[in-house]
């Protein structure tokens, strides 16, 4: 098993940045590929952004191209979601979770960590 806890998120005005982080521990970090989804109000959770295993491949929702960066450091088993140019459409709660091969479906991840808010401002 893996656990997970994010941090990071907050308030930001629209067109600010934030930098969430996903700390891992339990069964070896490199082991899983990683994502980032997001859930809304009354909306479904929807997908972020992945990393692999070896940061080798990355992939982003379109919304979030060229806004956010998924990126990983494996000596510090923690995953980070650089996001710039805030929308007031990006206030979710912003989720990691980890599994064996990094998809866009949050079905296919195995493990969850419990959420951060973000709420960004107009």
């Known amino acids: 098993q893996v656990q997970l806890v994010e941090s990071g998120g907050g308030l930001v005005q629209a067109g600010g940045s934030l930098r969430l982080s996903c700390a891992a521990s339990?069964?070896?970090?490199?082991?899983?590929?990683m994502g980032w989804f997001r859930q809304a109000s009354g909306k479904e959770r929807e997908f972020v952004a992945a990393?692999?295993?070896?940061?080798?491949?990355?992939k982003y929702a379109d919304s979030m191209k060229g806004r956010f960066t998924i990126s990983r450091d494996n000596a510090k088993n923690t995953v980070y979601l650089q996001m710039n140019s805030l929308k007031p459409e990006d206030t979710a709660v912003y989720y990691c979770?980890?599994?064996?091969?990094?998809?866009?479906?949050?079905?296919?991840?195995?493990?969850w960590g419990q959420g951060t808010q973000v709420t960004v401002s107009s």
């Open positions: 979770a980890a599994d064996v091969i990094a998809t866009t479906r949050p079905t296919d991840y195995d493990y």
């Open positions: 339990g069964r070896t970090f490199t082991s899983y590929a």
């Open positions: 990393i692999s295993k070896s940061s080798g491949w990355t």
